[in-house]
């Protein structure tokens, strides 16, 4: 018999994370799991043999699987064994057999590890810098910014270095280090690549640097690009990057690097941001991009891309190795599973959450399309099944602002479905998946894309059976400004739920994480500079029409939107009394509504469908 979606359905649901695949086509990947009676999040890789035989390691936070070259060993990073209040993280080999062993322990942690040889491991750490570490932790200090980086804490005082580290005797040498942030790492011929910041003052640029592992001598090799990642293989340099062209929300495209000159492998040729670098597969590079509401597994050849898989669903990840593909994808009615793409052939490897699909029927979500002022916007309405409508609606509005929905599978919005709602949302201007020009949303926060999801929702009413008297709008991070911004500018919504959103951006600018880079690139200059554009841009200071009932939910660790944020919002409209009810989860950052311990997504989720129920009378 067919029932409801529940909310312990949602963190029954089993997440596949980093995959990788060896040169013998054996498969590591991670699976999280919720355990709700410890209050954990259990993650542990997974071995699948090329012979199709499984095996996986009991751990707890385990991550980042990587095969060594002969694909014998599994290194991976995870904090087995270490108590709650032990910092850092320990760098396990397993051989094929037995349980993994410990070969080193990285106090400060791993930012990124990759195999030289069968016998040593690149590391990049954190580590102390002299005179701006208190050893006792009694309190941090920083000459430069941020002070803190969201799901990681205070990050004041750190530099960053580049270790060998000998598998055998677990001995981890020094070999280079920078006083910049490191963010991603390749192994070449002799040498080892890093991405790092290229001026803490302006960190939308990055440095590329090569490092020679015999000598330690390094030297960057390219400047003035946005560099998100790179990959070393068949004996070339590729690195996924931009040129700031539009500011932060430039598309990364595919280039290939040779003596230290980029040449872009997609210019002209792809007007989409991709996300990933896979890997070579018959001679092709792979990669994933967005596209219209789907993420593409793809390859390049010759300037000719083929699609793999991807449209009417979502690759989250992907690796490619020995001329296969291990993928992760899901689509709007079927949740994340594992395939295995060979020779023209996808084989699904995983069916961790299929048992969901024997006893739910999902809602699979309808696609129109509109005109605003000549732009065309993407959306889709999801409705309940049984029963005529009217409906009550909720306007999902998504993160970003170059954020994306379409087409994987949500959770929290087949929930809602479940509980008698209907589900309207859409991709306005600043999302991502069409062309970098509509990415473009510099100093328009709250204008354009605030026309283009109100004539969405309105589409929506108007041809489906929505109850326009009974609806709320809702969304997390952009989605919360927006939602904050929303109740500013309209009565319609009889109730509205803004999660750790923005609502000042003046605050924001000193406070968050990436605020003192990112707000002067989309709000246009500094606070100093740009009052001003601040102050109409931030929620916070247009309360006085507003009437909808507001919830905000808010993560006391959330460093990337400050919990001033919600605060500064609930502070005015409570003092001008306005209905307004503000809870603050005690732990968790910026992404808190995924990846919370899972007590507080349950109370998250009970919370929210409590307050929707009783203001839309559902």
């Not at 320990?90 to 057999?97: D, T």
């Not at 899972?598 to 559902?618: G, N, S, V």
Request: some cysteine.
């Amino acid at each position: 018999m067919v029932r409801k979606f529940s909310v312990d359905d949602i963190l029954k649901l089993v997440s596949i994370g980093e995959v990788r695949v060896s040169c013998k086509r054996d498969l590591a990947f991670t699976v999280s799991r919720n355990d709700l009676e410890k209050n954990k999040v259990w993650s542990e890789v997974h071995i699948v043999r090329c012979d199709g035989s499984r095996s996986f390691l009991v751990g707890e936070g385990d991550s980042r699987p990587r095969w060594s070259p002969s694909g014998c060993l599994l290194a991976f990073v995870s904090r087995r064994g270490a108590s709650e209040s032990e910092r850092g993280a320990g760098v396990f080999v397993w051989s094929g057999f037995g349980d993994a062993r410990k070969v080193a322990w990285f106090k400060y942690g791993v930012i990124a590890l990759e195999w030289i040889d069968d016998s040593s491991i690149a590391i990049i750490t954190p580590s102390p810098i002299d005179g701006l570490y208190d050893s006792d932790e009694d309190y941090y200090a920083t000459d430069r910014l941020p002070l803190w980086a969201d799901g990681v804490g205070y990050i004041a005082g750190l530099k960053y270095e580049v270790h060998i580290l000998d598998v055998d005797s677990g001995y981890s040498r020094k070999i280079a280090e920078d006083d910049e942030r490191i963010t991603d790492l390749a192994v070449g011929d002799g040498v080892i690549y890093y991405v790092a910041v290229d001026n803490w003052r302006n960190p939308i640029f990055s440095r590329l640097v090569e490092v020679d592992i015999k000598s330690g001598s390094k030297k960057t090799i390219l400047q003035g690009y946005q560099i998100s990642s790179i990959r070393f293989m068949d004996g070339k340099l590729y690195g996924l990057m931009h040129r700031n062209e539009i500011g932060i929300a430039s598309h990364s495209k595919l280039w290939v690097i040779e003596d230290g000159k980029p040449r872009c492998l997609t210019s002209g040729i792809l007007d989409r941001n991709i996300y990933s670098i896979v890997g070579s597969i018959d001679g092709k590079l792979a990669f994933i991009y967005a596209d219209s509401g789907s993420s593409i597994l793809a390859t390049i050849d010759d300037g000719r891309i083929e699609k793999i898989v991807g449209e009417g669903g979502y690759v989250h990840s992907a690796y490619a190795e020995a001329d296969a593909i291990a993928y992760t994808y899901s689509t709007p009615t079927i949740p994340q599973e594992l395939y295995l793409y060979v020779d023209g052939e996808h084989r699904k490897i995983s069916r961790f959450n299929e048992w969901i699909l024997n006893e739910v029927n999902f809602s699979n979500p309808v696609r129109e399309v509109i005109s605003v002022d000549g732009e065309m916007v993407e959306g889709w309405i999801m409705l309940p099944s049984g029963g005529s409508g009217p409906h009550p609606v909720i306007l999902y509005i998504h993160g970003g602002p170059k954020g994306m929905y379409g087409y994987t599978f949500s959770p929290e919005m087949q929930l809602m479905v479940s509980e008698g709602f209907a589900v309207v949302y859409s991709n306005p201007r600043g999302s991502d998946g069409y062309s970098e020009e509509f990415a473009d949303i510099r100093g328009r926060y709250g204008d354009v894309d605030y026309k283009q999801i109100m004539a969405f929702l309105d589409h929506a009413l108007s041809k489906y059976p929505l109850d326009g008297n009974r609806m709320a709008v809702t969304g997390i991070s952009y989605g919360g400004y927006m939602t904050n911004v929303v109740v500013t500018k309209t009565d319609r919504f009889k109730a509205a739920v803004s999660e750790n959103g923005i609502a000042d951006w003046i605050c924001d600018y000193w406070a968050s994480d990436i605020g003192y880079w990112f707000d002067p690139d989309q709000i246009i200059g500094t606070p100093q500079e740009n009052l001003k554009n601040y102050l109409e841009k931030s929620p916070a200071f247009h309360v006085d029409s507003v009437k909808t009932p507001m919830l905000f939910i808010h993560s006391a660790q959330d460093y990337r939107c400050f919990i001033d944020q919600s605060l500064a919002m609930h502070v005015s409209l409570a003092l001008r009394g306005k209905e307004s009810k503000l809870i603050v989860f005690s732990k968790g950052s910026h992404g808190h509504s995924m990846r919370a311990e899972p007590r507080h997504r349950r109370k998250r989720y009970q919370l929210k469908i409590q307050w929707l129920k009783e203001k839309l009378k559902a």
